[in-house]
């Protein structure tokens, strides 16, 4: 399951199954692989100051790091 995809806004983001985020075929690039929701964060940010719709990926996020924190792990794989 993905945080967005381009259907509802204009990033696509996912948790792949070796426990990144991903930012994929990223309109400001090039693609972000991160294991910190923070950088995912932080790179979203950057997506709408150029005036992209991130949809509910940030808010996301910040629910998952105020849950379970920044890291992202390999286990959780709600996301995968
Ligand atoms: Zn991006």
Redesign the pocket.
Known sequence: MSYARFSNSD?Y?YHDSRGHLT??M????P??ETKSRTEMVE??R??EKVG?DTGDVILGLLEEIEAIGDAVTEEIGAWA
């Open positions: 990033v983001v930012c994929c990223c309109e400001i690039g693609d972000l790179h979203m950057a997506h992209h």
